[in-house]
């Protein structure tokens, strides 16, 4: 009897598997909000200098707004004035005739700069403009770098604590460095405490999914994926609308930080993996939580013939004191090139991705439209997804969205600027087989690796994911060599990446490894409970 058999006889998609995915939904709502946080909280408005120190206590004060700004403040090729420079002295001529403004001396802003907005950011906090312009950048760089770090940390401590109170410690963090990011008094701080916020929701976005793919059988991990993926869109699409509304970017902090509460407090009925706890020889809790379920999905009468005895035959584990780490991804063979073919999918799933969202303005809408627009899009995405592993296969589905989208990231570069709707479709076309690619990319990579080590090797890939996340902003910047570069690159990687899954298994109706030695030895897994019951 293998662990499908004992899911399958207490239900392994029933009523307590529902309340799972419940469970993890509450948290699951702050990944989106903390991820594309930056969109909204580092948003530059329109400003200009605070010329008020050109009032030399004269006619200058006598001027309307309009007055002051001809006079102390050069205008642009677009007709606006400039951002960044004024006037070193008033120029009173230009009322007369602003046309002659070559050669007047002008300097960079001396007294800070008036934004044209009632809402508050990090660039009108602290004046994160002209040349600290930049440093808006980075702070989506440094949060997912403290994401890359956490998918590493918590990868460890899930693996050898357990799923469940790899979620608490996950919890707690990031909603202490989350508040008190709100509460930051300067950049320096704001961006410690970002860096540590996303340390601390990586344990969430890893620990979650696995926990709910280990409760379900086999013919329901494709659906389970797909609906845990699903809070991931519909947040999304509500996060600009929340933005819209909460002006202020202390309090958009807080609330994207607060649904955690409530994820504390529904921890306490949260169950561990049982899979995880017969790995580690834990069997009279897995009995225990083997027994609930059964009683919450109305299967008790299997369970009273089961002993904590029996169902350590479930597992066959090599050593049950053996402790797993990140060193045995590369210790055998086959293991090793499994990591290193997750990484590069993984880094190709994520840069691209990423690339499309910080480079939300590309759209030419508001960025409150266009973030909606990315959110509804993911739905239909959901469902071709769904669609596509279930009739082809993890592996081509994976290798096939990611191709798309390098070709619709590429395509984009020919389409003329003017041609907004069709840049708009194409653009929307390109996230949505991006977000195609992150769905599968979770459920495939869970799938791939033993029981073992799966939270080591989902951390590990998704270190490698963030890793993407990370420079795709600094791949952005590109745009000053040559306006085409980010995308030459974003485009490359997910080719590169679309082919690579070619080199990887296929895992559609496989039974999950257990252990290492069913990877490095693989033998025929059964595709269903049924079938394995009648295998000798």
């Known amino acids: 009897m293998k662990f499908e058999n004992v899911l399958a006889e207490v239900d392994g998609f029933g009523r307590f598997q529902q309340m799972i995915i419940l469970m993890t939904v509450i948290p699951r709502m702050t990944l989106p909000f903390h991820f594309l946080l930056n969109n909204f909280v580092a948003i530059i408005p329109s400003h200009h200098c605070d010329i008020s120190s050109l009032d030399d206590g004269g006619y200058f004060g006598n001027l309307s707004q309009e007055e002051r700004l001809i006079v102390g403040i050069p205008v642009q090729e677009d007709g606006t004035p400039n951002s960044c420079q004024m006037f070193a002295e008033p120029q009173y001529h230009l009322l007369l005739n602003s046309s002659s403004m070559t050669e007047l001396p002008t300097v960079p802003c001396q007294n800070g700069w008036v934004y044209d907005t009632f809402r508050s950011s990090l660039a009108t906090e602290w004046d994160l403009v002209c040349d600290q312009r930049k440093m808006n950048r980075a702070t989506a760089t440094i949060f997912f770098l403290g994401v890359m770090f956490g998918a590493a940390a918590f990868g460890f401590i899930s693996d050898r604590f357990g799923r469940k109170n790899s979620l608490l410690v996950s919890y707690v963090t990031t909603s202490l460095f989350g508040f008190t990011s709100a509460l930051s008094y300067n950049f320096t701080m704001f961006a410690v405490m970002r860096f540590l916020t996303g340390f601390g929701i990586s344990g969430i976005s890893i620990a979650s999914i696995v926990l709910c793919i280990e409760w379900v059988d086999i013919k329901h991990r494709t659906k389970v994926g797909i609906l845990m993926s699903l809070d991931w869109s519909i947040f999304t699409a509500l ?26 407090i529904s921890w306490w009925w949260l169950p561990e993996s049982a899979r995880w706890l017969i790995s580690n020889g834990k069997v009279k809790a897995a009995h225990f939580y083997l027994k609930k379920c059964a009683k919450v999905n109305g299967r008790e009468q299997f369970m009273a013939d089961l002993t904590p005895e029996s169902l350590s035959k479930v ?5 049950e004191n053996r402790k797993y780490s990140y060193v045995d991804l ?56 769904y669609f596509a592993m279930n009739k082809v296969g993890r592996r081509s589905s994976q290798g096939g969205a990611l191709v798309l989208t390098g070709l619709c990231i590429f395509c984009n ?33 869970t799938e791939l690796y033993p029981t073992v080590m799966r939270q080591n090797g989902l951390g590990y890939s998704s270190f490698m994911g963030r890793l993407g996340v990370s420079v ?52 025929r897994r059964s595709i269903s409970a049924s079938d394995e019951k009648s295998q000798p």
């Open 413 to 445: 570069m020919f389409v003329p600027q003017d041609m907004g709707l069709f840049r708009i479709a194409v653009g929307t076309f390109g996230k949505m087989f991006a977000e195609a690619s992150f769905t599968c990319v979770y459920l495939y990579t």
């Open 239 to 264: 996060l600009p609308v929340v933005a819209y509304f909460v002006n202020d970017w202390r309090v958009l902090t807080a609330t994207a930080t607060s649904p955690l509460i409530l994820a504390m």
């Open 315 to 319: 597992i066959l584990v090599e050593n």
């Open 472 to 523: 795709s902003p600094l791949i952005i910047l590109l745009e000053e060599v040559w306006g085409h570069l980010p995308s030459t690159i974003f485009s490359l990687v997910a080719f590169t990446a679309g082919l690579t899954c070619y080199l990887l298994p296929e895992t559609q109706n496989i039974r999950l490894p257990e252990t290492i030695e069913e990877v490095e030895h693989p033998r």
């Open 330 to 385: 590369v210790r055998t063979p086959r293991m090793r090139r499994l990591a290193i073919l997750t990484a590069i999918v993984w880094f190709g799933v994520a840069c691209p991705y990423y690339g499309i969202i910080f480079n939300a303005s590309g759209f030419g809408l508001n960025i409150y439209i266009t973030q909606l627009i990315y959110g509804l899009i993911e739905l239909p995405a959901k469902a071709l997804i």
